[in-house]
């Protein structure tokens, strides 16, 4: 129960993320036009802001879009038998955990490397550019734990 | 074993066990990696490396535009304008399916949210009117793939910015073979029609169909604002998108008034899992297709094409029928950025302009939308029409042949691709070909 209510909150989070970091989006690259086309002032440092909200949706949705069974999979195998069904729920888990890990640990590994080079038009370490990579890795775990629960304790009953 | 062998079989065997597709790049890569004695890290540089592209931005604000058609009124008015415009052929609601996918793929880029919102509504309704379901199914799925072709296509972006290749000229280019494929799917409902005595709607009369002109015109500026303004030089295609979901957010909230307020988190956080997906498939085959480079694929490739032919149209059948069979397991985003390299070296030896090259490879991924198993806009629409998935596939099989078809006439004409470009924007056309 506990981690399932975990997990809605961490969607729950995630989603209020979204909308916001998207909406941030728009207006972001909506005044890179205005400043380009209408003002004839470039504001070099829209273009970084975007990259930077753009990556961190990607991954953080990434991460949300494994709860929702959202990441594309292909059928080639007879998903009606239990057999299969419990095989490939096995393997999907734990491609699911090595992925998560490398994103955590080495991901983090390269947002510390990174962290010494500054975004120089915003003045921040480029260390965020890179954080979302291993937030991934980690909200990834969190969800990969509440799919093992459902997919083992289901099994069991 | 050779690392390429590893790499492709160890993908191929992970994706056959059900993994998801972006994880079993990841996967087989950090495998090779870690064969190759190469850090770890490199897998999380390059997927990194893979999305750190201001182009892609176009690709969320296509995918936001595609929610925001579908939750207004856009799309039924769309559906109106088709109606009045084709629905009283022979065969109409059959033609209006095809028509309002070729307009819906000229504003929103995604074929699969033309499945979802097109077939909703036209599948039950052609069903009703006497067609049958497997061909309702599979005609939605086959004109759903204009998505790809017509610009503003997603694959298109992807190609583009990955292949060095101007976003703008492959927009152009996709614009005539497109309209030739719906045109196709017409005459083939057509003839369905007059064989099997499809109903035909009444023609609504000119001055009903100059009201649904009317009332379909202002979201019909969206494909001038981005086309428009990509040909004029006003506009990047990340831009003309921004401008594009301006354009119909403001149609939706202040003149239609068809979306609230409230409504927008709702869809802006189901737009971030809608594009995130495709974007993190993209980020898994940054590092799969850098790998491939490393590991020299696009030579021995050529290499060994060159060893079977040195004709270029037969190089490129044999890179069609191969394209072919990538698009039944993968999905053209994925397709496209993992066989890139290969892609052009082939075009290169074949003496292929790059656009040229870009949009023919397009055209013939789109296919693999709806073959299986790997046929995700057959799938949605079969879940929409109830059909037999088998009889789904046997009815989209000579509507595919047409897309076919049609790649095949543009690689002996090649300006069906290339004409529009010449014409409208040679200063981005690449010499070659």
């Known amino acids: ?157 | 074993m050779n690392p390429l062998v590893v790499l492709l079989l160890s993908f191929f065997v992970l994706i056959a066990i059900r993994v998801n597709i972006g994880f079993a790049l990841i996967l087989s890569s950090a495998f090779v990696i870690l064969l190759q004695d190469l850090p770890l890290v490199s897998v999380v540089n390059q997927m990194f490396a893979g999305i750190d592209s201001f182009t892609l931005l176009a690709v969320p604000f296509f995918m936001l535009l595609g929610r925001i058609l579908n939750a207004g009124s856009i799309t039924t008015r769309l559906l109106e304008v088709a109606d009045g415009a084709v629905g009283h052929i022979r065969g109409g609601l059959g033609h209006v399916n095809v028509f309002v996918s070729m307009v819906f793929a000229s504003l929103s880029g995604s074929a699969a949210a033309d499945t979802a919102s097109v077939g909703s509504i036209l599948i039950p309704a052609m069903k009703k009117a006497g067609y049958p379901a497997p061909f309702a199914v599979a005609l939605t799925a086959a004109s759903s793939t204009l998505g790809v072709i017509i610009p503003p296509s997603i694959i298109l972006i992807v190609y583009g910015a990955f292949g060095n290749v101007s976003i703008g000229a492959l927009f152009v280019g996709g614009v005539v073979p497109g309209i030739l494929v719906g045109l196709f799917m017409m005459l083939y409902t057509y003839i369905l029609a007059v064989r099997y005595d499809f109903p035909a709607n009444p023609f609504p009369g000119m001055r009903k169909l100059a009201r649904v002109l009317v009332r379909g015109a202002p979201p019909l500026m969206i494909p001038i604002i981005v086309l428009g303004g990509i040909i004029a030089g006003l506009f990047t295609p990340t831009e003309g998108a921004i401008g594009a979901v301006l354009w119909a957010l403001f149609l939706s909230l202040f003149i239609y008034r068809d979306i609230k307020f409230r409504e927008l988190p709702k869809l802006f956080s189901d737009a971030v899992i809608d594009f995130a997906i495709p974007m993190f498939t993209v980020a898994g085959a940054g590092i799969f297709g850098w790998l491939i480079a490393y590991l020299g694929a696009s030579q021995i490739v050529v290499n060994f094409i060159l060893g079977v032919t040195d004709n270029g149209y037969l190089i490129m059948i044999l890179l069609i029928g191969f394209l072919l069979l990538v698009g039944m397991v993968l999905n053209p985003i994925s397709a496209t950025l993992i066989f890139l390299p290969i892609i052009q070296a082939l075009g290169d030896t074949a003496g292929m302009n790059p656009i040229h090259m870009g949009v023919l490879s397009t055209i013939t991924l789109s296919v693999g939308l709806v073959t299986p198993p790997y046929g995700i806009c057959l799938l949605v629409a079969n879940q929409i029409g109830g059909a037999s998935l088998g009889r789904s596939m046997l009815a989209a099989a000579p509507i595919c042949a047409l897309t076919i078809l049609v790649g095949l006439l543009s690689l002996l004409f090649p300006d069906i691709i290339l004409g529009l470009p010449k014409l409208l924007v040679p200063e981005l056309i690449p010499s070659g070909g």
């Open chain 1, 1 to 157: 129960m506990l981690l399932h209510r975990l997990c809605d909150w961490m969607a729950a989070i995630l989603r209020v993320f979204a909308w916001i970091a998207f909406a941030a989006l728009i207006v972001t690259v909506g005044l890179q036009v205005l400043a380009r086309n209408i003002l004839h002032e470039p504001m070099i440092w829209t273009g970084d802001i975007a990259q930077l909200l753009f990556t961190w949706l990607i991954f953080l949705g990434a991460g949300a879009g494994l709860r929702t069974g959202s990441h594309y999979t292909v059928d080639l195998l007879p998903m009606h038998r239990p057999l299969v069904k419990a095989f490939t729920g096995c393997t999907g888990l734990i491609s699911g955990v090595l992925v998560a890990l490398i994103m955590l640990v080495n991901g983090w590994e390269l947002a510390v490397i990174r962290s010494a080079a500054p975004i120089q038009s915003v003045g921040i370490s480029r260390f965020w550019m890179y954080l979302p990579i291993p937030l991934c890795g980690a909200v990834m775990l969190l969800f990969l734990a509440e799919i093992a629960k459902d997919l083992f304790i289901r099994r069991d009953a």
